[in-house]
Structure formats: structure tokens, C-alpha cells
């Protein structure tokens, strides 16, 4: 069966400092992977999405960024840490190689607070 | 570009009560319309998926209808349980890539 490991769970970082947030799926190959941020009374916003080792699509401009360095791993990145970048990160992944009418599955989120 | 909207925001009911969540897109060109539950702090867990070509999917006490016409999609929750309180999410999956557009929610609380 697949899995989809995200951590940490929650981190605090000062504003200014990097980020690496990681995501991992097990039990598929080629899924399109999806990173979400989560932020109260605002719902769920796609950041990122790829479908394709190195293949990365950007849906907002923001000071964060993604990696996809092998097939079922996925990066979360930022240089600097802003404070509007708090918020409950997520990370996503649905089958790839099939278009159209597979399920989405999610981790179990990443509560980031910059301070 | 796609909006989805869940009416109402949050809902209290006594347990056992039927109800029914409302979700609508304003774009009915859609792969796939998915319902997710999310408890407190937690991820999402996928509920039903509804194919662009399906009328209706059913899960245990679970029953999500889809409307593509008028770009409406309902989840119907039978009898429904204190354990059932949780935020539902509706997403309409867009494009190749199968991007979600997610609706806001509605938080479920139900009383025993």
C-alpha cells in the first residue's frame, strides 16, 4: 500500500532563517507530488506541484521554493523566513501517469511558526 | 479560474441526525470533485472521490453526489456520530495535473 511521510511535524524558526521541509511517498512510482499551505480562514492554496523528477510548477509568487531530487521525494524550501510564511504546511501526492480521475492523499501537515 | 464554496461554514447537530454538506464550483470542466475530513491540527484523509463521469459514490454512512451541470456536489452523512465532528473539504481537480481547488469547509460538530 502507498505511504506519504512529511516532517516535522511542527518547527519554530526565526525570521531570517532557512527551511527544509521534506515529504517522502512509498509504494507508487511517478506520482505527481503537491506542496499546500494551510493558513486560518483561507483555506487550502496549491504552492507547488510536479509531475516529473525536476519538474517544478510554481502556482504563487513567494519567497519559498521546491525541489523534486528523486521520484517520490519532495522539498520544501526557503533562503529567508518571513513571518507571513507561518501556516500549516502540506504536503500531497495522487497518481501519476494517469490523467484526470485518480485520488489525492495527503500527509499529516507540518505546523510552521516563524517568530 | 475555478472557486469552490461550501455553504454552510460550520454546522452543529444532535447525534444521529442525517445531514448534508454543500459544495459548488463556478467551473464545471472538472476531472474529479474529492471529499476530504481533517480533524483538528491533522492532515486530510480522502472520504470519496467522484469522477468527472459519475453521478454519485457511496462509503459506509457516506453518500457524495456530483453535478456537473449546475456545478454542485453534496456529502451526505447518515446517522450521523460525535466521532463524525470534523472539518469536510470539497476539491475540484482541474488540468493534467490534476490540481485541487479547495472550498473553505465546513466544521462538523455533532452532540451527543
Known amino acids: 500500500s502507498q505511504t506519504i511521510h512529511q516532517w516535522p511535524a511542527t518547527l519554530v524558526q526565526p525570521v531570517g532563517s532557512p527551511l527544509s521541509l521534506e515529504c517522502t511517498v512509498e509504494?507508487?512510482?511517478?506520482?505527481?507530488l503537491y506542496w499546500y499551505r494551510q493558513a486560518a480562514g483561507r483555506g487550502l492554496q496549491l504552492l507547488f506541484y510536479?509531475?516529473?523528477?525536476?519538474?517544478i510548477s510554481s502556482e504563487v509568487p513567494q519567497n519559498l521554493s521546491a525541489s523534486r531530487p528523486q521520484d517520490r521525494q519532495f522539498i520544501l524550501s526557503s533562503k529567508k523566513l518571513l513571518l507571513s510564511d507561518s501556516g500549516f504546511y502540506l504536503c500531497?501526492?495522487?497518481?501519476?501517469?494517469?490523467?484526470?480521475?485518480?485520488?489525492?492523499?495527503f500527509g499529516q501537515g507540518t505546523r510552521l511558526t516563524v517568530v | 479560474k475555478q472557486e469552490v464554496t461550501q455553504i454552510p461554514a460550520a454546522l452543529s447537530v444532535p447525534e444521529g441526525e442525517n445531514l448534508v454538506l454543500n459544495c459548488s464550483f463556478t467551473?464545471?470542466?472538472?476531472?474529479?470533485l474529492q471529499w476530504f475530513r481533517q480533524d483538528p491540527g491533522k492532515g486530510l484523509t480522502s472520504l470519496l472521490l467522484?469522477?468527472?463521469?459519475?453521478r454519485e459514490q457511496t462509503s459506509g454512512r457516506l453518500n457524495a453526489s456530483l453535478d456537473k451541470s449546475s456545478g454542485r456536489s453534496t456529502l451526505y452523512i447518515a446517522a450521523s456520530q460525535p466521532g463524525d465532528s470534523a472539518t469536510y473539504l470539497c476539491?475540484?481537480?482541474?488540468?493534467?495535473?490534476?490540481?485541487?481547488?479547495f472550498g473553505k469547509g465546513t466544521k462538523l460538530t455533532v452532540n451527543p
Open positions: 467551473d464545471s470542466a472538472i476531472y474529479n
Open positions: 467522484i469522477q468527472s463521469s459519475q
Open positions: 500531497a501526492w495522487s497518481g501519476g501517469g494517469e490523467v484526470g480521475n485518480t485520488e489525492a492523499f
Open positions: 509504494g507508487t512510482s511517478n506520482p505527481n
Open positions: 510536479s509531475v516529473g523528477i525536476g519538474q
Open positions: 476539491a475540484a481537480a482541474q488540468g493534467g495535473s490534476e490540481k485541487l481547488v
